[in-house]
Each structure stands twice: as structure tokens, then as C-alpha cells.
């Protein structure tokens, strides 16, 4: 049998899916194969019930992927904190549905890689992280100095900045206190500064000193930052640097007209990075929809904010690229992409396969696509309930 046409046995995709009716999904965690139960046992939709019983299933994986999930319910959770696997009760440690009392019990496990889960657990009990922020192991420690909760008493404690990993981690981190982030923007490594510029809760006065750096992708990551200081952004378009015109682009609070006219920009990165834009104008979004670049054309199908019209006009774009992201686009509606499931190209139809907004009709008409990725793709994310039975039961057969 040609490889395109196979067969190959759904299930696995079946009990992935987010989308998937409770029932199936509790079919599929009774299933024979372990590699069927551990997907099912990892499905935010497996009943408390279900997750209840692969809390004692034989495979290692299965007990794992339940204590991964975070509709576990507290009680599974705790039987499997005291599994015979590290693997299964460092999943349990960085789960964040785990009671922080059960955090603090694993924070004195004998195997590093359970103490580290639980130091980056954000349920983690802040005394219990302070001991862990002075944890024999490296890792550990980087662990406690990545946690979004973390106050800055744990943060100071578990910070060595003689070691370049932890200022890399620590510049990253949301709850990183005010002077750190001063300290590291002239960390002498361009990583860390980067790693400042992404850090969401950089200060604009920060962002401002990054933007001035000397190195290009330190400045460019600051440029992209919403919140570094408007005025660096308004003033960028007229750099005769393209990289910079590319970053300002890609920045959603870009002005409007400033946006439209890097829209039309000789540099086709440039237009890209505008035309992915959300903030983008409607006449912007027109201007880039007839752009030369498919590469510019297929920014703008991902684009969430291209208003219908033009999405439209896309949906029928000769490049197979561009269609494809139209038909990956959350914001594609039922009438894109009815006629996107008869396209010449897989990649395309997978699309409309895996779009939760596919209606019934367009996804039953998928279930006789001859390519296999396509199958695959509508197993992995149709909600409808009648495809995804009709998937189940011919994988059963």
C-alpha cells in the first residue's frame, strides 16, 4: 500500500485531543496499548474517574502523564508523590495542582531533579523555596531562581552571579527585583542582556538603555518590547538600518500610520514583520495582500487581526504557503475555510483539519482524505464528536 494512503492506527491522536468528547477519552484510557493510555491519562478532558484509575496502571509513562495533568485531582496526586519512579514524582513536584503540602514533601527528596521540579513549582510554599533557593545542587537552585513567584528574599538567596546560567535565568524572570535587572542590562555576555530586553516585566527605563546597546540583537529585542518608551519607537522608522526598521515593525504599539508605511518597506523582513503586526491598519493589511513576497503574504494569513476581506483574498493566494497559514489562522471563519478543505495541497487541508472552527460537514467530508497526515490532523483536532467516533471505531477495526 502506497505510504500516503496507510492506514496507521488513530488512537494515540484520538486521545490527544483537547477537543475530545469525556467518553472517548475514557474508552481510549482502557485501551490495551500503554502508549494509548498515557495519551489519554495526559488529556485535559480525562475525568477525575479515569485519572483515578491510571494512578495504578503498571506503566511507568501512564503514571507519569497523570501526574503531569492539571485536571489531576489532588488526592491522585498525592498517592503518586510517593511513586517508586522519580520521573512520576518530579511531574508530581511541578505540577501546579499539586497542594502546596505535598510540594513541601518533595522538596526534601533524595533525587535532585524532584527537588528542582518542585523549587520551580509556582505552588511552592515560600519558606519551603527559601531552603531550596540554598540547595546543595546547581540545578536545584536555578530552579528556585526561575519561579515566577518567588519573593525577592528567595530570588537574592538563590542568585550566583559569578555563574553565567544564573544570570541568564535570573534576567528572565518576571519576579527578578528592580536592581538585579539594572545590574545584569551591563552583564558583559549579549545573552543576558537579551534576556533582559524579553523579560515582560522589563522597566521602560531599562528597555530605553537596551535599545542603545551595542549589540544588534540586544537593541532589536528591546525595539520589539511593548513596553520599551513610545518615543524610540516613533523615531525608528526612519532608521536607515533595516534590522531596527524590522523590529519596530514586528512592535504592536508601532503608530498606525508609521505601521502602514513599513508596510510598504524595500526590505521584504521588513514588510513581514509588519504584515504579522497585530496592531496593523485594514489599509496595511490590503497593501501587503497583493506584496510580491510569499513569505510577506503568508505573515499576514497568521496574522489574527486581518479582517475577513482580506483573509479572503489570501484564501485563494496561488502559494500553497500562504493558504496554509490561512487555514491554521484562529480567526478563519466556517465560509474560508469549507472550500480550504478541497485543496490540491495536504498541508492545506491538514489545516482546516486541526481548525476548531471547521464545521461538522466540512471535517466529515476529511474523513475520506487519501493522505495520511490529514487523517492525522482531524484526529488530533476535530471537536466534532461524530468524526472523531468514526476515527475511533475504523481505528478499532
Known sequence: MNAGTASPDLRPLLATNPHAPA??????????LPRVRAAAAANPSATPDLLAKLTADEDAMVRRCVAANWACPPECLTRLSYDDGHWIRVAVAANPGTEPGVVELLAVDDVDLVRGAAAGNPRCPQPVLLGLAADRD???????????????????????????????????????????????????????????????????????KLAADEDQMVKTTALRHPSVPYGLVAHTPASQNPVLRRAVAGNPICPPRQLTTLAADTEPDVRRAAAANPSLTVGGAFLLAGDGEAAVRAALAGNRSVPFPVLAVLAADGEALVRQRVAFNAAASPALLDPLADDGEPLVRGGVARHPAATAATHRRLLADAVTAVREALAGGSRHEDVLTELAAAAAE
Open 23 to 32: 467518553g472517548l477519552i475514557a474508552e481510549l484510557g482502557h485501551c490495551a
Open 138 to 208: 546547581r540545578r536545584v537552585r536555578d530552579c528556585a531562581v526561575q519561579n515566577p513567584e518567588a519573593s525577592a528574599d528567595v530570588l537574592v538567596k538563590a542568585y550566583r552571579p559569578v555563574l553565567f546560567a544564573c544570570r541568564l535565568l535570573m534576567a528572565g524572570n518576571p519576579a527578578a527585583p528592580l536592581a538585579l535587572l539594572e545590574e545584569l542590562i551591563g552583564d558583559p555576555y549579549a545573552a543576558v542582556r537579551v534576556a533582559v530586553a524579553r523579560n515582560r516585566l522589563t522597566p521602560p527605563l531599562l528597555l530605553g
